[in-house]
């Protein structure tokens, strides 16, 4: 039987959108640039979907089930979109559960079993079973955001499943709703079904279990025995064997069917107690081929996990600040392939004899003393984000050319591993690409993938002989053309070559039986399309960029369309990095809405569609995208923290710009970007223009005006501004330091400049203060301009400030992080060329001058206890490390950072009446908590503008630039 026929219903259907709204308590989400978003995953196709609802309760999705069957229309479940072969990309409705179905529903510790909804991820499950002792350990690499729902649609693995298999081996039950609007707990039951298993339940296992009967002889026969064995459906669970093995329990048939039997409204899991100890030996090679050869032996030695790295990420993490200083410590001259071994355990002493034991059979082997030992928790977690960012690393290619998944998790045996690894390079060589190979070394699951070009047909083709000739590999040495991430599009065509005409017919027939109308993510697993059909690529063959479209920043660095800016923006590849929790920064927004449109992958989504035509014509500057950035803070978390480097803060300025220039600036943006040269005047009469929060009615009168919150109080104008004139001139003389005074700190908190310039002199310096020609107004780095999307102006300030500063070869030091890291970020785009990047090489905060060049500086005792909120640019920029260093250097002083993303002010946004609730959400995740913990005595230290007076409003507490505790201990 087939899918459903192609019905009445397109994507954006009004009629429906307007069902599902009156019918469920869902959030329905129609719009074009909604659907655009969920017409991706981490994969290399794009279908649209009919339309999106985010249920908030198992009734919301019992309601859209039931309209979808009246309808005629597909239902497609979706957790994190992180899925690599194009199972969560359909023409369907998409049940996103990741907002609001991400409950723990039970934990029975004593039987180590947890019951959960689908859209919790394993993050924030393993967080909450810490307090049992216990954790799941199916960990794949996205365990931050992948939804245990999505990782049982997959059959996911993991680097630990030699040790504790896969999730069919670790899913007890599923309640499940079927297509049929019935519901049952699909578990271990016995052969003989009771009263209580409803008729058409019982009618359906007793299908099941004739089928697996029948063709118990050909599941022996084909199914290769290979533990990461994860394509087609988990029929070898009905055969008789199983069920006489305690195999046969039902959940197992429903792991890994990728959402097309049934929707999993609530899964049981199996626990283990934690191992609260582990030790990691990386292991040194000088050839690929050598360490495969190797990965046979290393797992006899019983560890938890043994995972490959090979030359290309290490190169191309190296080229990734924030894993470069890792990756350095993890090697030994310059090897050619690590293997990273892994033991777990109750206690070190049993560990650090089995790093011993690792010694030896590296010896043994050939490569004596080849082993860096990572025994401390910090270099651990280092390197396990270094691993988890694999495939991410791999996709920070820039260009066109991409590693592609498509045969990346095939599995063969340990003593085929070498031979066969060396066979499929041959493949590739012929083919004139190359792979990147990482990951599963300890199961024979290596994730590798061809270097592939998709926007070029013949590379398409390409694509497809390379992935014919792989499988043929595969069957040869009798492994799993899907070893992990699933069969989705890419590898569903392929069954019938791995498997055989019967198993495949089989599993239709399960297929058929759970869902006979084809409701439940039709053509995924049975009756595919072809992998290589460009009408459901992301990049289509009429995929072209907007000629229309101009950028106004410099995106050279990207080779391609647009300057490079569709390359820069393509850099996404939907893997969702963005969507977890405990990142430093990224992304503040996605954290406090749980929106796919307020995400970075979102985001980057929408400018993709809007850069090639897909939203219509002059779509940048629409509505659209000015929608998915209004939550955007430019706080540049992922500037740092994607691994493939989406700048959405950057990309933001586009935006913004072409907004400008088809609809102009609105009154209050330009009042907000020209603040700088306002408050000058302000400052003159600082009574008048402080007004506002002292006469009763103004507030809400600025807010019916121009938009600014009536329960924000504004910052407070100074008339004892800092001016120029408090300080000499450069001249370029020894010792010398040109600070760069920022608006907000010399109309608003001079003293934190003034301070400034006393901690620079008792360090020996010599500070002078970087000034325009005389009687002209004072420099401006721009911030507020580009905040605007006031580019022009804001390219007319970087003129400015770099004629003023490119005579002297003085560090130029500024204290306000946004201010100062112009200099190293956005001139280089607005002005490319070699002054800019001479000034941004030496553009520094004061904290980096002083940890870098480390002069004496004479502290006197403060017995005090400092929490340190770091601004998203200091962390952006890696500076943050400096400022929390160099506060320990004051004797008697604790200093305890404080874990925390944004603080959700970001200059104007946290005044902005519209965006007021997202700002305080933004500070409530983890900032405000942290503050209103700390003692009253406390110091609470914030070095930027907005962090202070976002903890001010709202945390009650006054928060000081560091700068000031400095000065208070030289004083």
Not at 118 to 146: E, M
Not at 390 to 395: A, R
Not at 661 to 689: D, Q, T, Y
């Amino acid at each position: 039987m087939n899918a459903l026929p192609p019905g009445r219903i397109t994507p954006g259907d009004p009629r429906l959108a307007a069902r599902l709204r009156r019918e469920t308590g869902a959030e329905v989400l129609f719009r074009p640039a909604d659907r655009g978003r969920y017409a991706t995953d981490a994969s290399i196709y794009q279908q649209e979907p009919i339309g999106v609802v985010v249920p908030r309760s198992l009734a919301d999705v019992e309601a859209a089930l039931a309209i979808c069957r009246e309808e005629g229309v597909p239902l497609l479940p979706r957790g994190g979109g992180t899925s690599q072969c194009g199972q969560t990309v359909n023409r369907a409705l998409v049940l996103d559960c990741t907002k609001y179905l991400r409950r723990v529903l039970e934990v029975d510790a004593k039987a180590g079993v947890a019951r959960v909804e689908p859209g919790i991820t394993l993050g924030a499950l393993n967080d909450a079973l810490k307090a049992h002792g216990l954790f799941y350990p199916v960990d794949p690499s996205t365990w931050q955001r992948c939804t245990i729902g999505g990782m049982a649609g997959n059959n996911s693995c993991g680097s630990k499943s030699i040790r504790y298999g896969l999730m069919a081996d670790n899913v007890l039950a599923i309640d499940a709703l079927l297509a049929d609007g019935s519901r049952f707990r699909f578990g271990d039951l016995p052969d003989n079904l009771g009263a209580e298993v409803p008729g058409g339940i019982a009618d359906l296992i007793q299908r099941l279990r004739a089928l697996g009967a029948r063709e118990a002889e050909e599941i022996a026969a084909r199914f290769p025995e290979q533990l990461r064995r994860v394509g087609g459906y988990n029929i070898e669970a009905l055969t008789p064997a199983a069920r006489a093995a305690g195999r046969g329990n039902l959940a197992r048939l429903l792991v890994g069917s990728e959402g097309t039997l049934a929707f999993s409204a609530a899964l049981d899991l199996k626990l283990w107690p934690i191992k609260p100890r582990k030790v990691l030996g990386i292991c040194q090679f000088p050839s690929f081929r050598k360490a495969m050869e190797a990965s046979k032996h290393l797992v006899s030695l019983m560890p938890e996990a043994v995972e490959l790295v090979d030359r290309t990420m290490m190169d191309l993490g190296r080229s990734i600040p924030i894993y470069r200083a890792t990756i350095d410590k993890m090697l030994i001259g310059e090897p050619d392939s690590l293997l990273i071994v892994e033991f777990h355990g109750q206690e070190d002493g049993p560990l650090m004899r089995d790093l011993a034991r690792l010694d030896e059979m590296m010896a043994d082997l050939g490569h004596p003393g080849q082993v860096v030992r990572a025994t401390d928790a910090g270099f651990q977690a280092a390197i396990a984000e270094v691993r988890e960012a694999g495939l991410n690393i791999m996709m920070s290619m820039k260009g066109d050319g991409k590693p592609v998944s498509f045969i990346e998790d095939c599995a063969v045996g340990l003593d085929d591993l070498a031979d066969y690894t060396e066979r499929l390079n041959e493949v590739f060589a012929k083919h004139g690409t190359k792979g990147t190979w990482y990951a599963h070394a300890s199961v024979g699951c290596l994730h590798v993938r061809p270097v592939l070009n998709m926007k070029d047909g013949a590379e398409v083709a390409k694509m497809r002989a390379i992935a014919e000739e792989c499988f043929a590999l595969v069957r040869e040495y009798k492994g799993s053309h899907s070893g992990e991430h699933g069969d989705g599009i890419v590898r569903s065509e392929f069954h019938r070559p791995m498997f055989g005409d019967r198993i495949v017919t089989a599993f239709e027939e399960v297929k058929d039986a759970f869902d006979p109308s084809g409701l439940l993510n039709p053509n995924r697993i049975t009756r595919p399309p072809r992998m290589d059909d460009r009408s459901l690529f992301r990049y289509a063959p009429d995929y072209a960029a907007d000629p229309a479209i101009t950028p106004v920043l410099d995106w050279s660095d990207y080779p391609g369309p647009l300057g490079g800016l569709l390359s820069a923006v393509e850099m996404c590849n939907n893997n969702g990095t963005c969507r977890k929790f405990d990142a430093n920064v990224m992304c503040p927004s996605y954290r406090a809405t749980r929106d796919e449109a307020h995400l970075t992958r979102g985001r980057a989504n929408t400018l993709r569609l809007a850069l090639t035509g897909q939203l219509g014509p002059d779509a940048l500057a629409g509505d659209e995208v000015a929608a998915a950035m209004a939550l955007c803070v430019s706080c540049k978390g992922c500037k740092r923290e994607c691994p493939t480097g989406v700048d959405m803060a950057r990309m933001k300025i586009e935006a913004l710009a072409a907004r400008a220039k088809r609809h102009g600036v609105p009154l209050r943006e330009r009042l907000i970007a020209r603040l700088p040269r306002m408050a000058r005047f302000a400052s003159m009469a600082p009574i008048l223009f402080n007004l506002r929060d002292m006469i009763p009615g103004l507030p809400a009168l600025t807010q019916s005006m121009l938009g600014l919150a009536a329960d924000r109080r504004l910052p407070r104008f100074r008339g004892d501004v800092f001016h120029d004139w408090e300080l000499r001139a450069p001249d370029g003389r020894a010792h010398e330091v040109i600070l760069l005074p920022d608006a907000f700190n010399r109309y608003f908190e001079p003293e934190n400049l003034r301070a400034a310039i006393r901690v620079l002199r008792a360090a020996g310096y010599d500070p002078a203060v970087a000034r325009p020609p005389r009687g002209m107004r004072p420099l401006d780095e721009g911030r507020t301009l580009l905040a605007a999307g006031m580019v022009d102006e804001a390219r007319t300030e970087a003129r400015r400030v770099i004629a003023a500063l490119a005579p002297f070869a003085s560090p130029v030091v500024g204290i306000e992080p946004s201010s100062l890291t112009t200099l190293r970020d956005e001139f280089l785009v607005l002005l490319p060329g070699e002054e800019s990047r001479a000034l941004a090489k030496r553009a520094l905060l004061l904290s980096e001058l002083l940890e870098r060049d480390k002069p004496a500086l004479a502290f006197k005792p403060v017995e005090a206890t400092v929490h340190i909120h770091g601004h998203c640019h200091q962390k952006a920029f890696g500076a943050f490390p400096a400022a929390v260093a160099l506060l320990k250097r004051i004797p008697g002083v604790t200093v305890k950072p404080i874990t925390s993303s944004c603080c959700g002010m970001a200059g104007a946004f946290g005044y902005q009446a519209e965006s007021l609730e997202a700002s305080k959400a933004m500070a409530e995740l983890s900032l405000l908590p942290a503050v209103r913990a700390a003692a009253a005595q406390d110091f609470i230290i914030a070095d930027g503008t907005s962090c202070r007076h976002q903890i001010g409003d709202l945390g009650g507490r006054e928060a000081i630039h560091s700068v000031r505790l400095l000065d208070r201990a030289l004083s």
